[in-house]
């Protein structure tokens, strides 16, 4: 692996070391950086970087906007030493990226309806912007904990241009409907005809996505999370049972034709050491 500036590089897996260009706060927990990289810049939706934080660890992180001018961006949620670190970056120090790597949504120009929740509304703003593009018709169902945390609630707005439904949930009632986005999927399915359901957010919300979409006869793509260390389908820590699908690589995104098989979605995840965890 050799590692230099974004320019001419066409092997994703060149590390990329690349100066900051903007921080943006965006929640109380949550940052956004901006870096130029050709390689992220054309990457579809629900793909992921490697980055690389020196001396820290290197992550997955969605790709969150794919820009002009070979301009990219990620959000993170601060949960532990590297998105940490992560946060402490300013304009001008550098990070190494990778990528982009995984699978990615595949778009259908029809009646469709996305479901995020938390930081899973990353890679659901490019999904967005290109299922609008193509001519969707969309229902955006967003979904916080509480108003303090409304990611990208006035990008999705902005970028459905009052021709989609944008719907909001907050936990604790601070901003649009009390409860969870599951219980907005589960009215809006029951009474409008959907070719395909997106989701990315929390596990458990994914999974009872899963089984309202499977109860209503509507196929979902789900963009799942695993611990995930080598990006390139070598090391075996982000398998799932009994499949053995790999989500660095034949995931994240996981339609339900798969799901249906899996015994890990929704139970059960894996620690760092590859050890099987009850999710919560
Ligand atoms: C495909 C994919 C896309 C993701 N996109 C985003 C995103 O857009 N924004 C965002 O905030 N987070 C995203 N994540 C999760 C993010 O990678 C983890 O939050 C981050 O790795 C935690 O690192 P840490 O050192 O700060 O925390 P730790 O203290 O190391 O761990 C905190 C939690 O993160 C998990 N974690 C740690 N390292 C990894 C890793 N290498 N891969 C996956 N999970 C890990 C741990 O199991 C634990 O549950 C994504 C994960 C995947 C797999």
New binding site residues.
């Given amino acids: 692996m050799s590692t230099s500036s974004s320019a001419f590089h066409t092997n994703i897996n060149d590390v990329r070391v690349l100066p900051i260009l903007e921080v943006k706060r965006e929640t109380y927990t949550?940052k956004s950086i901006i870096f130029e990289d050709y390689l992220c810049s054309h990457a579809n939706p629900g793909q992921?970087a490697m980055v690389w934080i020196p001396g820290?660890?290197?992550?997955?992180?969605?790709i969150?906007l794919m820009g002009e001018n070979e301009s990219c961006r990620?959000?993170?949620?601060?949960?532990?030493?590297?998105?940490?670190?992560?946060h402490k970056k300013t304009i001008g120090e550098s990070i190494g990226v990778r990528g982009p790597?995984?699978n990615h949504f595949d778009l259908v120009k029809g009646n469709v309806i996305v479901v995020g929740g938390g930081?899973g509304i990353?890679?659901i703003i490019p999904l967005i912007q290109r299922l609008f593009q193509i001519g969707s018709d969309l229902t955006l169902i967003v979904g916080y904990k509480n108003s303090n945390e409304l990611l990208f609630y006035e990008e999705a707005m902005s970028l459905l241009r009052g021709e989609g439904k944008l719907l909001v949930t907050t936990e604790d009632g601070s901003r649009g409907f009390q409860g969870f986005p599951t219980d907005l999927l589960s009215e809006e399915i029951s009474t409008d005809s959907f070719d395909m359901v997106y989701t990315c957010g929390p596990e458990l919300m994914m999974k009872k996505v899963f089984e309202i979409s499977e109860n209503n006869g509507v196929e979902l793509q789900a963009?799942?999370?695993?611990?995930?260390?080598c990006s390139i389908g070598v090391c075996g820590q982000?398998v799932l049972s009994p499949l053995g699908i790999r989500?660095?690589v034949e995931?994240?995104v996981l339609k339900s034709s798969i799901l249906r098989e899996l015994d890990d979605f929704g139970v059960f995840?894996r620690?760092?050491s590859g050890k099987k965890i009850h999710l919560q």
């Fill in positions: 949550v992921y820290v660890d290197e992550i997955p992180l969605s969150s990620v959000t993170v949620k601060k949960v532990g030493d590297a998105t940490s670190a992560l790597y995984g930081t990353a890679p963009s799942l999370e695993r611990y995930i260390k982000c989500v660095c995931g994240p995840s620690n760092s």
